[in-house]
């Protein structure tokens, strides 16, 4: 499997590890039944070598694998605390047998338990040297439900910004208030793009990205509807109360980052383009919550966009991966 522009060695943000064991596996199986979405036949049963044979077919040098959502929020505190440990000690086991090929994003135990994610937090960053950490949008659902935006995540905020740390945010597998429309659209197809969405403009309107401006955050999927969505919520925001105005609202919205898994094709990178500096434009694949063939197909997009323009084409592949991650070169 080979992208249609070989091109400098990629480097992908959003790569997905999956540890093994019935717990895990037990949680994955609960995520595929309540969302719809099937995974690619042996993505439970991930190992380093099963990423590094993908990433040699599709030119991947580096991954920085993140665990996918919120998958351990029904189990208990403790336990949660110690499958975040788990996690991130395979992730940094996986930096250290390949070097160069991998990073990772630390997870941390649901963080509205925020003594726990601290915990982690400090633990992933000081004694694993995590590359950052990953989020989703939304923490528990209906009234229970906490935005990253909410008063309880604010310690943690200050701790992230503090330490300027990377974030990978990615929206949760939350599904819509009726049923999904037909098997063809589950809850990753038609709504996790548009929570990605939702947790940027919460995070801008909350005031919380301007409050902490030290914390580089990556939406995933090009951030889902985000770029197409941003105006609306200047004008309508600030009709309804919020403070900044709508040109600060726009700009806030361009200091994220925005990765290409599962979004690449033109008419994203054409409003992504339009929407942010070249800076802000990362590779992404998804792997191996998707098939080697599927990522493909959006990776063949981004190369043929940019194949006129090689200079951006490296810029995007692995230049800005550079400057986020110096270590990485």
């Given at each position: 499997?080979?992208?249609s522009?070989?091109?400098?060695?990629?480097?992908?943000?959003?790569?997905?590890?999956?540890?093994?064991?019935?717990?895990?596996?037990?949680?994955?199986?609960?995520?595929?039944?309540?969302?719809?979405?099937?995974?690619?036949?042996?993505?439970?049963?991930?190992?380093?070598?099963?990423?590094?044979?993908?990433?040699?077919?599709?030119?991947?040098?580096t991954?920085?694998?993140?665990?996918?959502?919120d998958?351990?929020r029904?189990l208990?505190?403790?336990?949660?605390?110690?499958f975040?440990?788990?996690?991130?000690?395979?992730?940094?086991?996986?930096?250290?047998?390949?070097?160069?090929?991998?990073?990772?994003?630390?997870?941390l135990?649901?963080?509205?338990?925020?003594?726990?994610?601290?915990?982690?937090?400090?633990?992933?960053?000081?004694?694993?040297?995590a590359?950052?950490?990953?989020?989703?949008?939304v923490?528990?659902?209906?009234?229970?439900?906490?935005?990253?935006?909410?008063?309880?995540?604010?310690?943690?905020?200050?701790?992230?910004?503090r330490?300027?740390?990377?974030?990978?945010?990615?929206g949760?597998?939350?599904?819509?208030?009726?049923?999904?429309?037909?098997?063809f659209?589950?809850?990753?197809?038609?709504?996790?793009?548009?929570?990605?969405?939702?947790?940027?403009?919460?995070?801008?309107?909350?005031?919380?990205?301007?409050q902490?401006?030290?914390?580089?955050?990556?939406?995933?999927?090009?951030g889902?509807?985000?770029?197409?969505?941003?105006?609306?919520?200047a004008?309508?925001?600030?009709?309804?109360?919020?403070?900044?105005t709508?040109?600060?609202?726009?700009?806030?919205?361009?200091?994220f980052?925005?990765?290409?898994?599962?979004?690449?094709?033109?008419?994203?990178?054409?409003?992504?383009?339009?929407?942010?500096?070249?800076?802000?434009?990362?590779?992404?694949?998804?792997?191996?919550?998707?098939?080697?063939?599927?990522a493909?197909?959006?990776?063949?997009?981004?190369?043929?966009?940019?194949a006129?323009?090689?200079?951006?084409?490296?810029?995007?592949l692995?230049?800005?991966?550079?400057?986020?991650?110096?270590?990485?070169?």
């Amino acid at each position: 499997m080979t992208a249609s522009t070989p091109g400098p060695a990629r480097v992908d943000f959003h790569h997905h590890i999956f540890p093994s064991g019935e717990l895990s596996e037990s949680l994955q199986r609960t995520l595929a039944a309540e969302t719809g979405w099937r995974f690619p036949i042996g993505a439970m049963r991930w190992t380093p070598e099963t990423s590094l044979a993908f990433m040699d077919g599709l030119g991947i040098k580096t991954a920085i694998l993140s665990l996918p959502n919120d998958l351990d929020r029904n189990l208990p505190a403790q336990q949660r605390r110690t499958f975040a440990r788990d996690v991130n000690a395979l992730a940094r086991q996986a930096v250290d047998d390949h070097p160069g090929r991998f990073g990772f994003f630390a997870h941390l135990p649901t963080p509205t338990d925020i003594d726990a994610a601290l915990d982690e937090l400090t633990y992933a960053l000081d004694e694993l040297d995590a590359d950052g950490v990953t989020f989703t949008n939304v923490y528990g659902t209906g009234e229970q439900a906490h935005s990253l935006g909410d008063d309880i995540f604010e310690p943690l905020w200050a701790e992230l910004n503090r330490r300027g740390t990377l974030v990978f945010l990615h929206g949760e597998q939350t599904p819509g208030r009726n049923r999904m429309p037909n098997r063809f659209l589950p809850t990753p197809v038609s709504e996790v793009p548009n929570e990605t969405y939702k947790a940027a403009a919460d995070l801008v309107t909350s005031g919380r990205k301007r409050q902490y401006p030290n914390v580089r955050i990556i939406l995933s999927h090009s951030g889902g509807s985000t770029p197409v969505l941003a105006a609306r919520v200047a004008v309508l925001s600030h009709y309804l109360g919020c403070e900044l105005t709508p040109e600060e609202i726009v700009a806030d919205f361009r200091t994220f980052y925005f990765e290409t898994a599962l979004s690449g094709f033109e008419t994203n990178l054409v409003a992504l383009e339009n929407f942010v500096p070249p800076n802000r434009i990362l590779f992404g694949t998804d792997f191996p919550a998707v098939s080697p063939e599927m990522a493909s197909w959006y990776t063949n997009n981004v190369d043929n966009h940019f194949a006129a323009r090689p200079e951006l084409l490296a810029q995007v592949l692995h230049g800005n991966a550079h400057a986020l991650l110096p270590g990485l070169a």
